[in-house]
Each structure stands twice: as C-alpha cells, then as structure tokens.
C-alpha cells in the first residue's frame, strides 16, 4: 500500500515539537515574555489559541488515519509506520502467540478458545499505552503495534516483550475452571524495515515469531537479516535437509527422566536435531514438515531408533546404569506393516531386551486411531516387551478401554497440567485425579514439561513417578550425556526421600 504523502508534514512536525518535554518547558517563560510585550491581550490570545491548535491538528491526523485506511491489523501498523517516519520517531510490532494453542483448542473447544484469546487481548491492553495497538489474529496469535515514539531500541521492545510474558503469568479464567498459558513473541523495531509499508514489519515480526518457537516454549526473539535467511532457506530447501539427514546432521539428542523417589536417571527421551554446520542446533519444527511432505519420516524414525539403542549400548559400556530410552513414533510410521518387525532387527542387531525401549505415542494418535494396523502394531511391539507410553496424556480423549487394548504402561502426563502445579490447587487436583487412575490401573506416570523445583516436589508429593523437563535437564547430544549421568548421580548420593501425599 503506497502514500502519495511527502515525509515532511508540518502538521506532524508541530504535534511532535508540542509533545516534547523539553518545549513544554518553555512555554511559561514564553508565554510571560508575550504578556510583558504585549500586555493581557497577548496574553490571553496565546493561552486560548495554543489549545485549540493542538486538538485541530490532532483532530485532523486521526480524520487521516480513520479515512484513508480500513481498520485492520496491517493497515494499523502501515498508519503507524507512516506516522512515526513523518515525527522522525520510532515504533515496533509484535506477533505474540499462545503456546500450544491446538491443545487448548482441543480441551475446550472453539468457544472455550475464543473466551482465551478475548481475555488474553484485555490483559495484553491493560499492560500497554493507550496509544498502543492489540488485534486478536488467527489460531492464538496476537498483534500489537506500539505508538510512535522519541526513542525505542531493542532492549526496550525486548523488556517491553517480558513484561507481556509476565502479565499473562496469572491464570486465566475460563468455564468455571483457571489455564495456565505462556506466550512466545516475535518483535521487530521499524529500524529493520525499509520503506513505509507496513506489511514488511507485520512479516518481519511473523519471522521473528518463527524462531522464538525454535526455542519456545515462552521464547521472545527479535527480527534480525539473518533470521529471513535462516526461515527461507529450512523451509524451502528440500534437498538440504535430505542430505543432512544422509550424512548425519539430524540425529537424536537425549532429554533425562528422573525418578522422584531417589532422584535416579530412570532414562532418556530420543528427540531429532538438526545440528547445522553453520546455523546452529535446527529443532524438529524446522525440518519436520518438510521430511513429511517428502514421506520421508521413516527414515527419520530408523535414524533415531538406531541412535537410541546405540546410546543405551554405550550408557552400558561405561556401566552408567540408564534402564530406558524413549523413542516416538508417527503416526504414518505407526501405519507401517513391517515396523515391528523393523524394531524386532534393531533389538536383537544391538543385543538390547525390549523391556528398555519405551516406544512413546501421542495420545491422540490412540484416541482417534480407528486404523487396525495402527492397533495391531502398538499391541506386537508390547508383547515383544516394549513399554507403551501414552504421551501428552489429558489432551485428547482416551477411553480406559483404549488405554487397556494398547497395552499401555506409562501415562506421559502433558505439561499444561504441571505448570504452576506447586501453586494452583486446581492443577493439584487434575494431577491428583490422573494418578489415582493410574494407580488403579496399575500404570506407572512421568510428569512432562517440569520447569521449577518447586513442581518437581509437588509432583513428587503427589505421587507421580517420573518428571521429565527442561527445570531438570535440557536434550543434550549422546557424547554430553555421559558428564551429565555422573554429575547427576554425584549431587543424589544421598537423596531425601519425598514423601506421598
């Protein structure tokens, strides 16, 4: 959308000059200097005009704004953009999303999301100015346009960011119960955008976004040059990540499951990384979709199962004593006729028991699976002696019955229950309420998503088994494990036992 303005505008020219601290300053000596020269008549012409002129010319900047574009998001930022660009000021936009929207989507249902992201938006205004702009988007996302300003850098939008995070800290309230949300942001200053469009500063402040949730959850990142390389080349190059995945760049990393009883390593979850020779540690959400458009998640899948059990082979040889690896499979490798089979060659090729691989699938690949081959292939790799976790437990809708017909061992409790968990009674009770049917189903549980000691306690307490997050150990590359395991081992020598509640 182009302007036929010029930058210089001497309506904004003066709005600006008469919002500064500075000139404000010095209109009582100016305005004694005009009563002494010109006596109460001058006076008083200036007091009365100096008003009027301010609210005429603000009356006709917004007649502007409100005329010549409709009301929507980008057309916001594109009035603001032009408008900090004419008072030689500053602005900033930025794209905020709720973290795991699709599970709260799912829990709730469309209406339940809509009462979320309403009362997201009213706590997202109350913590910015009035000049400040909040639009509800689409699929939990948020855009916000901050009003022109003297001066703004990037530590300022950054603080400004966390405040944001800080704000919706609280739970929310929704259908006579609280959620828990955290929000990743992606946030450009107007000093990165050429030109006064302001659909280069909403995409720059999407691309931001995109690698705040390569390091999401609760990520803020800002917009750099490098990040546009960064999204177009690991979303558009097919043949990069195919021979990455050829000549081992994507491999498993391990993320620690610790016992609560005696603070033990119980055993390691497999997680694909792309490990970049030039741009970094790539997470699965990178590279992920294309390898599905490709069909090509088998591949994966045998890369870090064979990984998994190459690394329970090495954690033996060094007699570290690690029980278990955890490997996840999709849903299309779920449907694969010759995947037990598959697995069976794996086993016997590292001479690794069953009972040590813990094949994790989401739970709502089981409670939607009418699929017989999906059915069949979880219930074989079961009686081969595999455990069975259940994984982001409370998001879908198991039934028991389902639950029993997969053989499952392990209820992989989903994060969205644990956070706050130490604090919030209700979260307390939802972990409780699991437990106890777990207890009764002789199932074992491993809380996700532990960030705080304080949760891994309250866990503890409740009488969850196993906790798994990054409070606890963050997913490392098999060659960092080993230092891990023992400086681990060597601060629980003599755990406290935590005792049930």
Partial sequence: MQSSEPDFNFRAVVLSLLSDKHVLLTLPPIALIAAW???????????????????????????????????????????????????????????????????????????????????????????????????????????????????LGTDDALEMAKRLQNALDAPLSLESTFVYISISIGLCLDTFVQGHRGSDLTEAAGVALLDARRHGPAAIRAYSPELQYFVTNTQDNHLEILRALENGEIRAWFQPQISTDTGEVRGFEALARWEHPTRGIIPPCDFLPALQNMGKTQVLGAKILRDALQALQQWDQMGLGIAQVGVNFSQEELRDPNLVDRVQFELDTFG????????????????????????????????????????????????????????????????????????????????????????????????????????????????????????LGRPMPLCDTFAWIEDHLARVQTPPKIGRA
């Avoid at 594109?78 to 699709?102: G, K, S, V």
């Fill in 352 to 471: 690794i028991e069953a009972k040590r691989l813990a094949i994790e699938v989401l739970e709502t690949v089981v409670s939607s699976s009418p699929d017989d081959t999906v059915t069949r292939n979880i219930r074989r790799m079961a009686e081969l002696g595999c455990y069975i976790d259940l994984d982001d437990f409370g998001t879908g809708h198991t039934s028991i019955a389902s639950i029993r017909r997969f053989a499952v061992k392990r209820l992989k409790i989903d994060r969205s229950f644990v956070t706050k968990v130490d604090c919030d009674s209700e979260q307390q009770r939802m972990v409780n309420a699991i437990q106890l049917m777990a207890e009764q189903l002789n199932l074992e549980t491993l809380a996700e998503g532990v960030e705080t000691a304080g949760e891994h306690t309250m866990l503890a307490q409740l009488g969850c088994q196993y906790v798994q997050g990054f409070g």
């Fill in 37 to 151: 020269l010109g006596g109460q008549t001058v006076l008083l012409v200036f007091a009365v005009s100096l008003p009027l002129l301010v609210v005429g010319l603000k009356h006709l900047e917004q007649k502007v704004n409100i005329d010549v574009y409709p009301d929507t998001f980008e057309t916001s930022v594109h009035d603001t953009l032009l408008a900090a660009r004419r008072q030689l000021r500053r602005t900033a936009c930025m794209i905020i999303e709720i973290d795991d929207f699709d599970t709260v989507l799912d829990r709730h249902g469309q209406t339940g999301a809509d009462r979320l992201q309403k009362a997201v938006a009213e706590k997202l205004k109350d913590h910015l100015r009035q000049e400040d702009k909040v639009v509800a988007l689409a699929n939990g996302q948020f855009g916000v346009v901050l009003g022109p300003v003297r001066k």
